[in-house]
C-alpha cells in the first residue's frame, strides 16, 4: 500500500552538489519519522540523516554541514540538499519511513538511487 520512491541519483564530481527525492504513495507528513540511508559496496546501511514529526532533525557526523534534510509539502517529498560531496559519499542512498498504528509499527523502504561520486 504504502510506497517510496527516490530519484536524484547520478554521477557527480568532487565537491558538487546533488539533491535527491522521496516520493510517497500517501501524505509525506503522516509518516511519524522519515530518513535517508546509505549502503557502500561491502558495507552495513547506515543512516544520514533523519527528521520526526515535530521536525526535529539529526545527521551522521560525516555529513553535518554538508548535507539537509526536508520536507516538501508542496510536491509531498522527502528531500536531501547534498552539497560539498566527496568520494566516500558514493553509495546507493535509501529512503526510509516509519508509521507507529495503533498494534503495530511499520517500517518502510525505497528501492534506492545509485549517487557516485567521482575523484
Known amino acids: 500500500q504504502v510506497q517510496l520512491v527516490e530519484s536524484g541519483g547520478g554521477l557527480v564530481q568532487t565537491g558538487g552538489s546533488r539533491r535527491l527525492s522521496c516520493a510517497a504513495s500517501g501524505s509525506i507528513f503522516s509518516f511519524n519519522a522519515m530518513g535517508w540511508y546509505r549502503q557502500a559496496p561491502g558495507k552495513q546501511r547506515e543512516s544520514v540523516a533523519t527528521i520526526n514529526s515535530g521536525g526535529s532533525t539529526n545527521y551522521a557526523d560525516s555529513v553535518k554541514g554538508r548535507f539537509t534534510i526536508s520536507r516538501d509539502n508542496a510536491n509531498n517529498t522527502l528531500l536531501l540538499q547534498m552539497n560539498s560531496l566527496k568520494p566516500e559519499d558514493t553509495a546507493v542512498y535509501y529512503c526510509?519511513?516509519?508509521?507507529?498504528?495503533?498494534?503495530?509499527?511499520?517500517?518502510?523502504w525505497g528501492k534506492g538511487t545509485l549517487v557516485t561520486v567521482s575523484s
Open positions: 526510509n519511513g516509519l508509521i507507529r498504528e495503533t498494534l503495530r509499527v511499520m517500517e518502510f
